[in-house]
């Protein structure tokens, strides 16, 4: 099964964004050999910065989007969301991809299911 995740709002202040790692992290849990593909875009692209320090006992996505990365899946980041917001493809979790719009357009067409949150 090929599952693409799209992420739409910000790291922290909602968990729209966490609860899409989350379902990304268990969809690969309940089957390794799952294809799964998360673009980040619009205020997610700070999903993927490098570096995020989050107080003791709160979530922290670039833990878990390191996770996700261990287990092969792949994860992108709009660039024009990115330059919109000053974030440098250096800043992003090594193994966080910069995408583009045909990107995802090319992970749209190839997924069996696209969530969005």
């Given at each position: 099964?090929?599952?693409?995740?799209?992420?739409?709002?910000?790291?922290?202040?909602?968990?729209?964004?966490?609860?899409?790692?989350?379902?990304?992290?268990?969809?690969?849990?309940?089957?390794?050999?799952?294809?799964?593909?998360?673009?980040?875009?619009?205020d997610a692209v700070s999903c993927a910065i490098a570096g995020q320090?989050?107080?003791?006992?709160?979530?922290?996505?670039?833990?878990?989007?390191?996770?996700?990365?261990?287990?092969?899946?792949?994860?992108?980041?709009?660039?024009?969301?990115?330059?919109?917001?000053?974030?440098?493809?250096?800043?992003?979790?090594?193994?966080?991809?910069?995408?583009?719009?045909?990107?995802?357009?090319?992970?749209?067409?190839?997924?069996?299911?696209?969530?969005?949150?």
């Open positions: 099964m090929k599952y693409l995740i799209i992420l739409n709002d910000p790291p922290y202040g909602t968990e729209r964004s966490y609860n899409g790692i989350r379902l990304a992290t268990a969809l690969k849990k309940n089957d390794a050999n799952a294809d799964i593909r998360v673009f980040l875009i619009g320090k989050t107080p003791d006992g709160y979530y922290n996505l670039e833990r878990m989007i390191r996770g996700l990365l261990v287990k092969k899946a792949s994860i992108a980041c709009c660039g024009s969301c990115m330059d919109a917001r000053g974030i440098e493809e250096l800043s992003l979790i090594s193994g966080v991809a910069r995408g583009t719009m045909g990107l995802l357009a090319e992970w749209t067409a190839e997924a069996t299911k696209v969530l969005t949150f």
